[in-house]
């Protein structure tokens, strides 16, 4: 009876754990890799074929967005979680199997000039479909028996709609063992969401620390309708569009029932009728689940104000469908509010938003959630003079802002409120799920407070019935940035030929057109090799 950490171990994305009983393996997530935390996406840590059944906490593509790869290179076994889970996978997996096209296909346009080898995407909208077909649905408070001496119970983790954390009982002949799973933990008082349902009784417990090390940085009772609406007031009233990166589910849903106050109450004074472009076709499928069949989702009184979809409509709102209506967002000059995905800015539509707004001082990017290291959502919050968007340097003079408290993760007083509502303090509690440092931080808060606790490592291999570590993993390298260092030798190096290049160019004016034409594809075929 083992558990092995392949994923979100000392690192916020990419969550996948594996359980061993009775010869069976089980899969908790398997997510996608973004931003520093990314290795190789192409590279499961095990062999697909041998999976038997995989446990997804929430449709996050953190936490589930590699399942295709996994379907794709030969898994056979059930995937089991909430009803409402399985209906957002249905359509956040073929959306990031289009991303997954896209991405490659630009990639080998761009490529073949350069005459690189083609690239395949990670997957195809295909393999998405095909691994919907391994869903298998329950609600919360059902225990189901995935294998021989497996059982899973899913509870309420506040987090998205169907977002659980997986209780899990392992047997193997006279001893049971049971893990519990937290998934991601959802901030209170929350719009639409429920708060997270506590666990009372484990003996090995996983949790998530992406906000280990800080609580939120709000009042005690946080206006975000009047602190929002002041932005967008602001903003619009001196000709700016006001973009919004934002996960498609979930954060997009709450940002429309925000958005619907305002325009109720009159909080936008500047441009009272303002145009508000919901640019991502998988958020209005999104928003069609959001407005369906709740019950056991959310309590009454919320599921009576969301019938209809009431709560996610008014004068104003435009849901773009086809990359067409995308691009001609940009070519209108009337100020606007743009919320389109990826909400860490590091694919989508979004970074094309960004490339037409950024470098307008009168515009300004809200950012509502986490952004994990690497990303160009992190880049831009610390500050970055300049980005590189397909291709070209943009300028970053928008007004950049953090809105801070709109998290649907729990602060580090919230994951500590979970923890602590077990009745007897587990035999281990493993830290994953957060930047290595924050996975740190969390666990010696955790000592502190009497749970034996630790950050867990990559290919960590825990015997649950010993109750200690059998093989002690590895820590992985984060990969580095793309900001140069400024002080290195090497760049001052660069740069200094970067301007003796300049003034080569300039004493080449007026040379033969043959000879420039050389200098010219000399140069673009110089550029190409190194635009990474």
């Not at 350069?114 to 298998?136: M, Q, S």
């Not at 104003?316 to 009337?334: C, H, Q, W």
């Not at 408290?405 to 409120?417: E, I, Q, W």
Request: aromatic content about 8%.
């Amino acid at each position: 009876m083992r558990l092995t950490f392949f994923g979100a171990a000392k690192a916020v994305t990419g969550s996948c754990h594996c359980m061993e009983c009775n010869g069976k393996k089980i899969l908790v997530d398997c997510g996608l890799q973004q931003g520093r935390d990314e290795r190789d996406n192409r590279e499961l840590d095990f062999n697909a074929g041998y999976i038997d059944a995989v446990i997804v906490t929430h449709a996050h593509i953190d936490h589930s967005g590699r399942i295709p790869l996994l379907v794709k290179q030969g898994f056979e076994g059930n995937i089991y979680c909430t009803r409402l889970t399985g209906q957002l996978l249905s359509i956040m997996l073929r959306d990031s199997a289009h991303i997954q096209e896209s991405d490659a296909q630009w990639q080998n346009q761009k490529g073949k000039r350069a005459g690189r080898e083609p690239v395949e995407p990670l997957y195809t909208v295909a393999d998405a479909e095909e691994a919907v077909k391994h869903l298998v649905t329950c609600e919360y408070g059902d225990i189901l028996e995935i294998e021989p001496g497996v059982k899973v119970r899913f509870t309420d983790a506040g987090h998205l709609l169907g977002s659980a954390s997986a209780e899990v009982w392992l047997t193997e002949g006279d001893e049971t063992r049971k893990i519990v799973f937290s998934g991601d933990i959802g901030n209170r008082d929350q719009p639409i969401i429920r708060d997270p349902q506590y666990i009372q009784e484990a003996d090995y417990v996983l949790t998530e620390s992406t906000y280990g090390d800080r609580n939120h940085d709000v009042s005690e009772a946080p206006d975000y309708t009047a602190d929002l609406a002041a932005i967008i007031d602001e903003t619009l009233g001196q000709g700016g569009n006001v973009v919004i990166p934002s996960f498609a589910v979930g954060r997009t849903q709450e940002l429309l029932y925000f958005m619907r106050e305002m325009k109720e109450e009159g909080m936008v004074r500047s441009v009272p009728n303002f145009q508000v472009y919901v640019d991502s076709p998988l958020a209005g499928e999104a928003t069609r689940i959001f407005s369906g069949d709740l019950h056991g989702y959310l309590d009454e009184e919320a599921i009576e104000a969301l019938k209809g979809g009431a709560l996610f409509r008014f004068p104003g709102l435009n849901i773009t469908e086809t990359s067409e209506e995308s691009k001609n967002l940009n070519l209108d000059p009337s100020p606007k509010v743009i919320i389109s995905a990826s909400g860490m800015c590091d694919a989508g539509r979004i970074r094309h938003h960004l490339k037409h707004n950024l470098w307008r001082k009168e515009c300004t990017v809200v950012f509502v959630g986490y952004q994990g290291e690497g990303t160009l959502g992190r880049r831009l919050l610390d500050g970055v003079k300049s980005v590189k968007l397909f291709g070209e340097e943009i300028a970053v003079q928008a007004r950049i802002v953090n809105f801070h408290g709109l998290s649907s993760h729990a602060d580090r007083d919230g994951l500590l409120r979970w923890i602590s509502a077990f009745t007897s303090k587990p035999k281990e509690v493993f830290v994953v799920h957060g930047e290595k440092e924050v996975t740190e931080i969390y666990a010696q808060t955790l000592r502190e407070r009497g749970f034996s606790a630790h950050s867990a490592n990559y290919e960590e291999v825990y015997d649950l019935l010993a109750g200690r570590i059998v093989a002690p993993g590895i820590v992985l390298e984060s990969k580095p940035t793309r900001v140069a260092d400024s002080a290195s030798p090497a760049y001052k190096r660069l740069e200094e030929n970067g301007r003796r290049l300049l003034e080569v160019i300039a004493h080449n004016r007026g040379g033969a057109n043959k000879d420039l034409a050389k200098f010219a594809d000399q140069l673009k075929a110089l550029i190409d090799k190194w635009d990474r």
